[in-house]
């Protein structure tokens, strides 16, 4: 992998407020990005408990079944890999602290700039990025340098 910029992440969009809901799956999808979208919060926590390659759930917070602060904490319950963008138009600082103590990635109140969420999903796509490498570099080395041949005795 080049460059982060050419990671295609597989993102979720849940919101009751289907124009919103569509536009931002829209931009997303033009951006290169596999987007699928939920109006129903509960049917977007089955769904990524059986897609694991789920890297995003950008969810509003205030739903009817399960408001998206629940959500955040149940996605992260099954894969606490996967990023969590919470966005409301009824933003407070409380909500928000619980929100990010919950593992969210961040918190954006409605209405927002394209370009706010686009440069999230880019932070996001260069973490994904750099734990893939990460990872790659750990079994690279784990078989060049076993390090059982560097553990010794010492009399202390």
């Known amino acids: 992998m080049k460059n982060f910029k050419d990671l295609k992440l597989n993102i979720c969009v849940v919101d009751d407020e289907e124009i919103l809901r569509i536009t931002i799956a829209g931009d997303l999808q033009d951006a290169g990005h596999n987007v699928i979208d939920f109006e129903s919060p509960v049917k977007a926590l089955e769904y990524v408990k059986h897609h694991p390659e789920v890297d995003i759930v950008i969810t509003d917070i205030k739903m009817p079944q399960m408001d998206g602060v629940e959500l955040l904490r149940k996605v992260k319950e099954v894969h606490p890999e996967i990023c969590v963008i919470i966005m409301t138009a009824y933003g407070t600082v409380k909500s928000a602290v619980k929100a990010i103590k919950l593992g969210a990635f961040d918190y954006i109140t409605k209405p927002f700039e394209p370009v706010e969420l686009s440069n999230l999903i880019d932070k996001i796509a260069e973490i994904n990025c750099l734990r893939k490498r990460n990872i790659e570099f ?15 005795e010492s009399e202390v």
């Open 138 to 152: 750990k079994k690279h080395f784990k078989n060049k340098y076993e390090l059982k041949s560097y553990y010794g």
